[in-house]
């Protein structure tokens, strides 16, 4: 089983917005990819993190658990390259 930071993103990004269509422009990717994506990454761990039937759309209960851990885990990882971004900028 493979989970993506970019499914990561998208998961947080249709949960701040609470649409898939905004979170597909936030993320500058087409809504249909979004969805696959989220819908993918749903199927891997057998949940369901948005309830699609409610506008705007509902966190499941599942869902604000995996969401949370998806921004620890995109927050880690911005951390652990921030070093690496100041070295790049810094020799440009």
Partial sequence: MVVT???????????????????????????????????????????KIFNRETIPLKVTAEGEEIINKCKSILTGVEELIKPI???IYRFQ
């Fill in 5 to 47: 930071l970019r499914q990561m993103q998208y998961i947080c990004a249709v949960a701040e917005t609470q649409s898939f269509s905004k979170a597909a422009e936030l993320c500058f990717a087409d809504q249909s990819t979004v969805s696959q994506q989220i819908k993918q990454f749903e199927e891997k761990l057998n949940i």
């Fill in 85 to 87: 971004k100041k070295d």
